[in-house]
C-alpha cells in the first residue's frame, strides 16, 4: 500500500476565496450601476409614470387608420425606404470592400497605406448619421437621396472593418501557396483571399441590408423620404390613427423582408463557389 499523494490546492482555487472574489465583482457592479443612476438624476420615483397619459394617447391611436396601408403615396413611401436599405447596403458595402483590402495587415500594400485606410474606417464610425443627413439635407435637400447618401455613408465605416477582419482571417498557407507561384497581388486577392472571406462578405451584407432597413426609417424622420417622413406628418399633426397603422406596416415589413433576407441569404451561402468547406 503506498501511501496516497496530497495535492495542494491553491488558495485562489479554494471555494471560499472564489465565492468572495465573486461577491466582490456583484457588489463593484452594483456601485457602478448606483453611481450612474446618481449621475443622471434617475431615483425609484422615475419609474413610476402616470398611466393616464398612455391610456389617453392609445385610446387617440385605436383603431388604426389601416385604409392608409392602400394608398398611393404610402406604397411609394414604403419603395423608396427600401430603395435607401438598398442602395446603402450595396454601393457602400462595394466602397467598404475596396477600402478593406486596404486596411487588412495581409493584402494592405505598405503599412502606412493600411494605417490610413484605418484611420478613414474609423473616423467614418466616429460621425453619427443624425449629424450626417443633418449636413446632406443643406446640400442635396428634403428626400430620399439625402436620406440613400447617408446609409452609403455609414455603411463604408462600418462594414469596412467587418470586411478588414475577415480578410485578416484568410488562411496564411493558402495565400503563400498562390504567391510562390507567381501571382501577382490581384491574382492572390482573386484566388486565395476571395474564396476564404466571401461566405463572410455575403452574411454581412444582408446584415448591412436589415440594419440600413431600419435606419431609413428615423431617417425619414430626420427629412430623409421614405415611410419615415410620413410617419413624422402624421405624428406633427395628431393624426395617431395614422401613426399606428404607419407602425403596423413597419413591423410587417421589416419582419417581411428579414425573411426573405435570411432564405436568400442560406440559398447564396450554400452554393458550391462560396461553400468552403
Known sequence: MTPSTIIEVPRSALPSR????????????????????????????????????IVDLLEQ???????????????????????MAFLGTIVGGAFALL?????????????????????????????????????????????PFAGALTLIFGSVGMYGKFFADAIEQADKGTLESVESVGSTRLQTIRYAVLPQVMPSFVANLFYAFDYNLRAAIP?????????????????????????????????VMINGMERISDWVRRSIITQPMLNTK
Not at 100 to 119: E, G, I, K, M, S
Not at 133 to 138: E, G, K, N
Not at 220 to 229: A, D
Request: hydrophobic share 60%.
Open 18 to 53: 472564489k465565492l468572495l472574489r465573486t461577491v466582490l465583482y456583484l457588489l463593484a457592479g452594483a456601485t457602478v450601476l448606483c453611481l450612474l443612476f446618481a449621475f443622471l438624476g434617475m431615483g425609484p420615483s422615475s419609474f413610476i409614470v402616470d398611466f393616464r397619459f
Open 61 to 83: 391611436m385605436l383603431p388604426p387608420n389601416m385604409g392608409l396601408v392602400w394608398s398611393k403615396s404610402i406604397l411609394f413611401s414604403l419603395l423608396d425606404t427600401l430603395a
Open 99 to 143: 477600402i478593406a483590402f486596404f486596411a487588412a495587415t495581409n493584402t494592405a500594400p505598405h503599412p502606412l497605406v493600411r494605417l490610413l485606410a484605418r484611420t478613414l474606417l474609423v473616423a467614418n464610425r466616429s460621425v453619427p448619421h443624425l449629424i450626417v443627413i443633418l449636413v446632406l439635407l443643406i446640400a442635396v435637400g428634403i428626400g
Open 219 to 251: 431617417l425619414g424622420v430626420f427629412g430623409g423620404g421614405g415611410i419615415g417622413f410620413q410617419l413624422a406628418f402624421a405624428n406633427g399633426l395628431l393624426h395617431y390613427k395614422d401613426v399606428l397603422a404607419f407602425t403596423i406596416l413597419i413591423v
